[in-house]
């Protein structure tokens, strides 16, 4: 069974700075999906980011990058220009190859102070 | 296009009462999905449906809870009866391929008293 851990329950950066979120997950697979998914307090869970294992390089969309590091299995997320509007709680999630499962991590609180 | 709707978006109830919720999902989406996040914690998954079929609901507490999703579209959560230990979000999420992630609603936070 797969299982996502992010070892950081909270998180707080000051407005445009950059800030990382940690991800570490398990599998035996060796293609696989990584999300990063943002649910701030209306609930709803907003996809971030998604990276292919398949694919060496780097998923990044506007300000959010990841780096992926497939032998440690880790997937953390960069934040850049932090915003108030990040201010949210951000889950890992995984994916095996065949989509039919998204497994996520507990996620960590990000606060964005001005 | 219209996302993933789900209702009530609160609700409460004593234990013991049955309760329901429903999602729309996005229209040409064949797979459904009902999460369960309890308070501090990531999703997990309670069901998934191929059009109208259930496909894995491995960890649907089947004494408790249903669900259906009738003529592959609409799908309803049932609960019947509730207990104290079933207060949290339930989240309903749809997907045409699921590898480029899933579109979820804004769930239905139900508190049990």
């Known amino acids: 069974a797969q299982t996502v851990t992010q070892s950081q329950p909270e998180m707080s950066v000051q407005e445009a700075e950059t800030v990382t979120l940690s991800c570490t997950y398990d599998?035996?697979?060796?293609?696989?999906?990584l999300f990063w998914y943002k649910q701030p307090p209306s609930r709803q869970m907003i996809l971030v980011i998604r990276?292919?294992?398949?694919?060496?390089q780097n998923a990044t969309e506007n300000r959010f990058s990841v780096n992926f590091q497939k032998a440690a299995k880790s997937f953390s997320l960069k934040i850049s220009d932090s915003q108030l509007g990040d201010t949210a709680m951000y889950f890992c999630?995984?994916?095996?190859?065949?989509?039919?499962?998204?497994?996520f991590g507990a996620g960590t609180i990000l606060r964005v102070k001005s | 296009e219209a996302g993933v709707v789900q209702s009530p978006r609160y609700k409460i109830i004593e234990k013991k009462q049955p309760v329901a919720f429903w999602c729309n999902p996005i229209?040409?989406?064949?797979?459904l999905y009902w999460y369960r996040q309890n308070l501090g914690q990531g999703p997990e998954l309670l069901i998934r449906?191929?059009?109208?079929?259930?496909?894995?609901d491995s960890q649907l507490p089947k004494d408790r809870f249903s669900a259906e999703r009738l003529k592959g579209v609409d799908s309803t959560l049932k609960i019947q009866p509730a207990e104290l230990g079933d207060s949290a979000v339930y989240l309903c999420?749809?997907?045409?391929?699921?590898?480029?992630?899933?579109?979820f609603g804004s769930g239905t936070r139900l508190t049990v008293v």
């Open positions: 999420a749809s997907s045409r391929q699921g590898w480029y992630g899933y579109t």
């Open positions: 599998t035996s697979e060796n293609n696989y999906y």
């Open positions: 990276q292919e294992a398949y694919k060496q």
């Open positions: 999630a995984f994916m095996t190859s065949r989509g039919n499962k998204l497994v």
């Open positions: 229209s040409g989406h064949n797979t």
């Open positions: 449906y191929e059009n109208e079929e259930a496909v894995d």
